[in-house]
T-cell receptor
């Protein structure tokens, strides 16, 4: 069964304190692993897609990496505006998406 | 960004009532999806459609139905709402050549 597990459920950081979010997955034919950012009361906003192990993508303070079993979202020197829930999803070879339950990040000034 | 719109944004209804949630997009994407989000459970796929004549059930389709009226419109219906359908509902669009999905702002549905 295709599934995605994210950890931790919540993460509290001080401004400037770097850390990583984890996304573990099992999928029948990976056709992409996706990271989204979701702010309260809004729909998820697409950040990255990774397709194969070893691939990396960067955007500002965020860097996503992928292995055959998991993905990490590294946050370098976070700022309060990075506070949000970060969602991970996979697309399988039937073009269906499976989402994790997210990591709620809170960055304190 | 109003490329994907959902109406209504908030709805309170009673058990047994029929409810329709509507989604429209101006992105020209072929694929549309309905998701439900509950606290701690992430997004769960209800139905998805890859074109106007293609409708598929997701993980949690029981109690829901959909209609793809046009490429740009995808509606979700609750024929007889029940309290455990209280949740945040999102519509999303994508295309085969796109890296991810684009989500609407969501509809918060409360069933009393």
């Amino acid at each position: 069964e295709d599934q995605v597990t994210q950890s931790p459920e919540a993460l509290r950081l001080q401004e400037g304190e770097s850390s990583s979010l984890n996304c573990s997955y099992t999928v029948s034919g990976l056709r992409g692993l996706f990271w989204y950012r979701q702010d309260p009361g809004k729909g998820p906003e697409f950040l990255f897609t990774l397709y194969s192990a070893g691939e990396e993508k960067e955007k500002e303070r965020l860097k996503a990496t992928l292995t055959k079993k998991e993905s990490f979202l590294h946050i370098t020197a976070p700022k309060p505006e990075d506070s949000a829930t970060y969602l991970c999803a996979v697309r399988n070879n039937f073009n269906k998406f499976y989402f994790g339950s997210g990591t709620k990040l809170n960055v304190k000034p | 960004d109003a490329d994907v719109t959902q109406t209504p944004r908030n709805r309170i209804t009673k058990t047994g009532k029929r409810i329709m949630l509507e989604c429209s997009q101006t992105k020209g994407h072929d694929r549309m999806y309905w998701y439900r989000q509950d606290p701690g459970l992430g997004l769960q796929l209800i139905y998805y459609s890859f074109d106007v004549k293609d409708i598929n059930k997701g993980e949690i389709s029981d109690g829901y139905s959909v209609s793809r009226q046009a490429q740009a419109k995808f509606s979700l219906s609750l024929e007889s709402a029940i309290p455990n359908q209280t949740a945040l509902y999102f519509c999303a669009t994508s295309d085969s050549w796109l890296p991810g999905q684009f989500f609407g702002p969501g509809t918060r549905l409360t069933v009393l």
